[in-house]
């Protein structure tokens, strides 16, 4: 029997989705939480061979007693995920140090998780990406900006979602950036702004560098803008993949060297002629994170895709295949509303009007609540003009 161990497998609180089938496929699933047991779902209980609590995820130490203990009980590790940005590192490094060869290593984060340094796989994939500057002081910042000119963004070059992302769009911005907002230990990189909508490659990637399922996402409006402007957030998964995402994700893939992963690569598709990135309508390179697309972003592909993303990934750690067919297509749309806007229907009358789309309708952890608002309505429709306008019943305001 296959050891698995999961980091953090009750958050996301959907993740246990992921212990369930691995479980339902013959494999020892171990757990290490901060949460106390008696506090797990039953759900994920039931999804767990055992569970080791420790006080804190962020401590090293704890988590490698932890590893060593399930290896002393259980004999070697097979695999070790958490399928979580968060944990990219934390889950190499404990690879790297019991030899856990069923993933990326240690050697292997600089380029998957520094956004400067993703770019040359990209590049090497044919695809164009914005010119950038790592951060360093006023002058070198300004000496960049006169070549790409005004507004340019700002944010760690490891970071996660939106978390400290800056448009600036004049040389106050920038005094302001570098004198109040600059973390003095995190490295910043600046690049150009392009004009565009994020549209994503999502997919399930065999041990052979092949996809087993693949679909993707448009986001119209800036996750920067949302979490700095505390605004309403939408987004969607494409009823159809588009052709040329699929091609510039399947490039990706082989460039970076991905296996046995699930992947979220998140592209530009311009909305303007932009001088050095393209026409209007191209795809260019955003970011790679090499994990599923966060939130509840995996029950709305399966929703989408009339399928099941939890059991095909865990189809291909156990089998490395996976004959789960995709059923019928639709769009299917994420709205999240901002506690305290005026908004023209309540939500009993959202309920009412679309009870027969809707899907999912949750309140927001506190944790994802800065990109994706409080109050959240999945609902699947078969076409674009259906779906826009259920977008405009749910964020219209009086």
Known sequence: MKNFVFLSPNFPT??????????????????????????????????????????????????YRAVAFFIFRYGRID???????????????????????????AADMDR????????AYYE???????????VDDFDGCRAFIETVGYPVVVKPDNGVGAAHTFKLTDEGGLHWFLSTQREPDVRYIMEEFIHAEVNSYDAIIDSQGEPMFETGNVTPFSIMDIVNDNDNSIYYIVRDLADDVRAAGRATVK????????????????????????????VVAL????????GFSPDM?????????????????????????????????????????????????????????????????????????????????????EMDAFYADVLREC
Not at 32 to 50: A, F, H, R, V
Not at 124 to 134: E, K, N, S, W
Not at 258 to 282: A, I, N, W, Y
Request: glycine share 8%.
């Open 112 to 119: 998957i998780k520094y956004k400067s340094r993703m770019k």
């Open 255 to 282: 460039s970076f060297g991905v296996k046995s992963r699930f992947v979220h690569f998140e592209f530009f598709r311009l909305t303007q002629d932009q001088p050095g990135m393209g026409k209007k309508g191209d």
């Open 124 to 134: 090497r994939a044919g695809i164009p990406v914005a010119r950038y500057h790592i």
């Open 301 to 385: 592909m399966n929703y989408a895709n009339s399928t099941d993303v939890y059991k095909i990934w865990a189809d291909m750690i156990a089998f490395d295949r996976s004959t789960l067919p995709s059923g019928q297509h639709y769009f299917c749309a994420f709205a999240g509303r901002r506690d305290g806007k005026p908004f023209a229907l309540s939500h009993d009358e959202l309920l009412r009007r679309y009870g027969a789309q809707l899907r999912m309708v949750e309140r927001i952890p506190d944790a994802l609540s800065g990109a994706m608002g409080n109050q959240m309505y999945v609902a699947v429709f078969p076409t674009q003009e």
């Open 79 to 105: 695999w070790l995920e958490s399928n979580n940005e968060y944990w990219l590192e934390r889950d190499a490094r404990l690879r790297t140090d019991f030899h856990i060869e069923s993933g990326f290593q």
């Open 14 to 63: 959907n993740y246990w989705q992921f212990c369930r089938e691995l479980k339902n496929n013959g494999l020892n699933v171990l757990g290490i939480g901060d949460q106390p047991y008696d506090e797990l779902s039953s759900q994920l209980k039931d999804s767990l061979n055992e569970y080791y609590k420790v006080s804190s995820l962020e401590n090293y130490d704890e988590v």
């Open 287 to 294: 970011e790679v994170n090499m994990r599923p697309c966060g």
